[in-house]
């Protein structure tokens, strides 16, 4: 038997959140951590409430804090988290939460909207494509791969206190990923508008978002490159 | 572009590069330090070190560095912590209130500084 924790709270009922204890039988196999909700949700509490979609570490929606790690329940499997037979499930941090795992990304995405995360090119485009050498196309491995499923940004203490502010590490993961497009010709505004003492510079390299990402990524990178444009075009 | 009128020099870009560059005079300004404190040290060998003019100069530019990098990294602490997201409404006058002892503090730091190395 597991013992998993849940985070419950429902605002029509609940005056404040609090943790409930599910025994979880898992057959003896090594379950992902979404498969352990679906059985929680199917068998014991038909009210438990969270995000999920593809259940394949490609939609993004699961995100939670999993033994106090964020990650993707559906490709978390239970051997890699668990330690002494325990199970903790969170909302993801630092966001408000609607109901019980499933938390408001209005500011996550307010922060995405800002960096403008599409091609910018006036001229005007031809027939196929723009063409991209594979060395220029290179570039963006590394930056385009990332789902927003919000687990970096959701583990940045800079983003827990200022997340009005702080672009956070998939903003600037997606704000380099343009910068670096060899078909953008934006780069000089989208410079102009990090170069503000929070929006780039809130990043105090904890690294957080290199730990939890599931596709591996690194913004901390990314945004050093940022910043080394930043100075490029100041100096 | 979010600005900030009460940060040091209101971009980004120059307060973390201002950080460096005072990081790296109070690494050189405490090594020699050091450095003069592994060898004996005695009133009069102190007194002579304080009283060339490069070592005057060296001293005034570790004390501004210091109110210049601190200046970053509390405006930044206060800016984390001392918010209205994290205290309430009272958030704004706290910080208000924190930033101008810590300006005041470290003004006075400096002023005091020139006072015992060039009186
Ligand atoms: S960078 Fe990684 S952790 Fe952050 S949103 Fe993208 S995929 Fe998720």
């Known amino acids: 038997m597991l013992k998993v924790s849940l985070y419950r709270y429902n605002p029509e009922s609940d005056d404040a959140p609090h943790m409930e204890d599910f025994s979880v039988d898992t057959g003896g196999k090594d379950l992902m951590v979404l498969d352990v909700l679906e059985l929680i949700k199917a068998d014991y509490d038909g009210s438990v409430t969270y995000r999920r979609s593809c259940r394949e570490g490609v939609c993004g929606s699961d995100g939670l804090n999993i033994n106090g790690k964020n990650g993707l329940a559906c490709i978390t499997p239970l051997s890699e988290t668990v330690k002494g037979g325990k199970l903790v499930i969170r909302p993801l941090p630092g966001l408000p939460v609607i109901r019980d795992l499933v938390v408001d990304m209005s500011l996550f995405y307010a922060q995405y909207e800002k960096v403008q995360p599409y091609l910018q090119n006036p001229s005007p485009a031809p027939a196929i494509e723009r063409l991209q050498s594979p060395e220029e196309r290179a570039q963006l491995d590394g930056l385009y791969e990332c789902i927003l499923c919000a687990c970096c940004s959701t583990s940045c203490p800079s983003f827990w206190w200022n997340p009005d502010r702080f672009i956070g590490p998939a903003g600037l993961l997606q704000a380099y990923r343009f910068l670096a497009d060899s078909r953008d010709t934006a780069t000089e505004g989208r410079l102009a508008k990090l170069d503000d003492p929070f929006s780039v510079f809130r990043c105090h390299g904890i690294q957080n978002c290199v730990n939890v990402c599931p596709k591996g990524l690194n913004p901390t990178k990314a945004i050093g490159h940022i910043r080394t444009m930043l100075l490029n075009r100041a100096t | ?119």
């Open chain 2, 1 to 119: 572009m979010v600005t900030s009128v009460t940060s040091f020099s209101r971009t980004g870009l120059s307060d973390w590069l201002i950080q460096r560059v005072t990081s790296v005079i109070l690494l050189a300004y405490f090594l020699l330090i050091a450095y003069q404190l592994m060898g004996s040290v005695d009133y009069t060998s102190w007194t002579r070190l304080f009283e060339q003019t490069w070592m005057k100069v060296f001293t005034l530019m570790a004390a501004l560095s210091l109110a210049a990098h601190s200046w970053i990294g509390l405006w930044s602490v206060f800016t984390d912590y001392l918010t209205e997201r994290m205290l309430g409404p009272k958030g704004n006058v706290i910080r208000l209130v924190s930033q101008l002892g810590a300006s005041l503090a470290l003004v006075g730091y400096v002023i005091w500084v020139v006072v015992i190395i060039w009186s």
